[in-house]
């Protein structure tokens, strides 16, 4: 949890600062990598595909650090990209983290899925109030 409140806040506070003072894209960039950096040290990375494109599951060795990395500042920067849409981005957010949340719950991963179903709750006067 304390590695989800850190990467948020890290985001939030370049988000605000990006906003006030135009950041340079190679900062942003940077920081999110590090953030996926740092979600890899803790031990959250990709290491397979699974059977996405294949009868078999691929595994990414060495290329899920890379993978995970790319994957990580992609979505961070497409959500980014639909900010300014209003209500775009609550939507996409709180389907997300539906599809997140019923993958943890089934997983058994009770705890995140209760934050995933929260954040969607949190999300809905947030989506009422802006459009």
Known sequence: LWLYLTAVTVLLVIGLLDDRFDVSPFLRIGLQAGLAGLMIYHGLSLESLGQVIA???????????????????????????????DGLLAGLSSASFAGIGVLMWLDEQYSLAYWCFALIVVLIPYAMLIS
């Not at 599951?57 to 990209?81: C, D, E, H, R």
Request: proline share 3%.
């Open 55 to 85: 009868p078999f599951s691929i595994k990414l060795g060495i290329l899920g650090t890379v993978f995970t990395i790319l994957i990580t500042i992609g979505v961070i920067n497409a959500f980014n990209m639909v900010d300014g849409i």
